[in-house]
């Protein structure tokens, strides 16, 4: 199986700041590499797709960049309703699998 | 309107059996693989497996592997996610979930998802 690591694990960051969340793979997996963002009580949410493709109707806001190991998703200037976890998964082979998630606050 | 509705929160005990259900609506069923998802309490997504309903070819996790089954009634939309003897260690969230194209692999994300069906197995 091949193994997604993100980080960080969590984050606190302030309004307005530059937010960035790394996923690696352990192997290459081309750019088959998508982001979802989950808030509580909720279902998972499809942003990005092929590592830097932006779902319709997320905010531009949001941003992914990488290809073969190492990938990046960005938030260009965190907001309240950003507020959430984030999981990259990888859909190159199967099975596929997930990043283990990244907790974004507010500080 | 592309729907996935899951069917409602279960409370088992260790040994019971269960089944879960998925229901696909707004496009055609046959046409597009159906997910499986596991999320247990305040843990991360794990990806269990997933079925094709036109042919009914299913890959599964190594994890999940005996034990589950996942199977779909293409008859009336729906795809299923089984135990034949639950443990406490499958209290989770279920989400079931559809990629945004035919494919699975390397197609664009799942962008469809159920609101997810709660299991809790106690004694």
């Known amino acids: 199986d091949i193994q997604m690591t993100q980080s960080p694990s969590s984050l606190s960051a302030s309004v307005g700041d530059r937010v960035t969340i790394t996923c690696r793979a352990s192997q290459s997996i081309s750019r088959f590499l998508n982001w979802y963002q989950q808030k509580p009580g909720k279902a998972p949410k499809l942003l990005i797709y092929a590592a830097s493709s932006l779902q319709s109707g997320v905010p531009s806001s949001f941003s992914g960049s990488g290809s073969g190991t190492d990938f990046t998703l960005t938030i260009s200037s965190l907001q309240s309703e950003d507020v959430a976890t984030y999981y990259c998964q990888q859909n190159y082979i199967a099975p596929l699998t997930f990043g283990g998630g990244t907790k974004v606050e507010i500080k | ?123």
């Open chain 2, 1 to 123: 309107e592309v729907q996935l509705v899951q069917s409602g929160a279960e409370v088992k005990k260790p040994g019971e059996s269960l089944k879960i259900s998925c229901k696909g609506s707004g496009y055609t069923f046959t046409n597009y693989w159906i997910g499986w998802v596991r999320q247990m309490p305040g843990k991360g997504l794990e990806w269990m497996g997933i079925i094709y309903p036109g042919d009914s070819d299913t890959r599964y996790s190594p994890s999940f592997q005996g034990q589950v089954t996942i199977f779909a009634d293409k008859s009336i939309t729906t795809a299923y996610l089984q135990w034949s003897s639950l443990k406490a260690s499958d209290s989770a969230m279920y989400y079931c979930a559809r990629p945004a194209e035919r494919s699975f692999l390397g197609a664009p994300g799942f962008q469809h998802w159920g609101q997810g069906t709660l299991v809790t197995v106690s004694s």
